[in-house]
Each structure stands twice: as C-alpha cells, then as structure tokens.
C-alpha cells in the first residue's frame, strides 16, 4: 500500500527564516512526486511534480528535491504571504495519487 | 469564467435528501476528478474519469454517483448520506497523456454538512 507521511504536522518561523519541510514516501514504482499549496477555504494549488531521485525544481523562495525515498520542500528567506498548507502526494503503479497529511506553514511578520 | 469552478460553495443537507454537486473545467483538460478532504486527513480520491470514462472508483459508497457527461462538466451526486460524509468535496482537472498522472487543477471545493 502506497503511504505517505509529512513532517512536521505544523511549522513557524519568522520572516527571512528558512526551513525545510518533509514528504517521505513508499510507492511501487514512483510515476510523480507532487508538491501543492492550500490556503484556507481553498482547493490545492499546484506548484511542482518530481519524477526521478536528484531532479529539483524551483518557484520564487520554494525549491523541491526528490530522493529514492523522500522528497524537501525548502523554502528560503519566507515572507507572510507563504503562510500556508502544503500537501505532498505520490503517483505510482496504481496511478492513483496518495496524499499526504500536509504541513501546516505560519510565517510570522 | 477560468479555471475550476464548482458549485455549490455551502451545502447543508438531512440525511433523507438528495442533492447535486457541480463541477467545470474551463482549461481543456480530458480528465476530472471528485476528492474528499476531512479534517485531519489526507486528501482521498473518490472517482476519475479520463475522456468521460469513469476509470476509477476508489471504493466509494454508493449514495456517492458520480456523472460525466462530457469532458468539462463533472457532478457528483448524493442521497441518503450519513454526518460523517461531512467534508470539504474538491473537484480537480488534468490533461492525461496516458504515461504518467499530470499536475491537477483544483476548484475551491464545496464544504457539505449532513446533518
């Protein structure tokens, strides 16, 4: 059974302080990594897919890394407006995605 | 209209009604999906349907039917739900190639409560 698991549950930091959040993953045969944004009373927000261990991608302060076994989701110098829910999932041999719990983002001003 | 809209936004129904979400894709996409969010749990995918055909149901209950009757429009119909069917119901668009499951399009879901 595919699982995914995000740590932490929930994360503070003040602006301009960077951090990293988790996504470890178990998947027969990865398809993607998935990388999205929630913000309250809202759908999730794409940001990135990851199909192979050492690809990254970046967008603005976040920048994804995948590895056999987790995936990071750094965020650098954040800003207020970062705060936010972010989910991780997977894709593999079933082709249907597993979503992770989240990681709860506060940046504080 | 852009994006994925749903309707909609606030339901509240008894457990004896039957009721109809809404959802529209206006981004071209061939496939669509109906999820449900609870809280403290990960998202989980109720159905899929790529070109119209519903290719997957994710061991949902039956007072869930789904309905696509073409690639834009998605509902998701309900009867004799129970309270804890209560969620946030999210519907989502991607463009399949058939290789490997695309980024998803998400709507701003529909927030049920079963009373």
């Known amino acids: 059974e595919d699982q995914v698991t995000q740590s932490p549950e929930a994360l503070r930091l003040q602006e301009g302080e960077s951090s990293s959040l988790n996504c470890s993953y178990t998947v027969s045969g990865l398809r993607g990594l998935f990388w999205y944004r929630q913000d309250p009373g809202k759908g999730p927000e794409f940001l990135f897919t990851?199909?192979?261990a050492g690809e990254e991608k970046e967008k603005e302060r976040l920048k994804a890394t995948l590895t056999k076994k987790e995936s990071f989701l750094h965020i650098t110098a954040p800003k207020p407006e970062d705060s936010a829910t972010y989910l991780c999932?997977?894709?593999?041999?079933?082709?249907?995605?597993?979503f992770g719990r989240g990681t709860s983002l506060i940046v504080h001003p | 209209e852009t994006g994925v809209t749903q309707t909609p936004r606030h339901l509240v129904m008894g457990m004896t009604n039957k009721k109809s979400l809404k959802c529209e894709q206006h981004?071209?996409?061939?496939?669509m999906y109906w999820y449900k969010q609870s809280a403290k749990k990960p998202l989980e995918l109720m159905f899929v349907y790529n070109f119209k055909e519903q290719t997957e149901n994710n061991s949902v209950p039956s007072r869930f039917s789904p309905e696509c009757p073409n690639s834009s429009h998605l509902f998701l119909h309900l009867h004799t739900l129970q309270p804890e069917d209560s969620a946030l119901y999210l519907c989502?668009?991607?463009?399949?190639?058939?290789?490997?499951?695309?980024?998803?399009?998400f709507g701003p879901g529909t927030r049920l409560t079963v009373t």
């Open positions: 981004l071209g996409h061939n496939a």
């Open positions: 989502a668009s991607s463009q399949e190639t058939g290789q490997v499951l695309g980024e998803q399009y």
């Open positions: 990851l199909y192979s």
């Open positions: 999932a997977s894709s593999g041999g079933s082709y249907i995605p597993t």
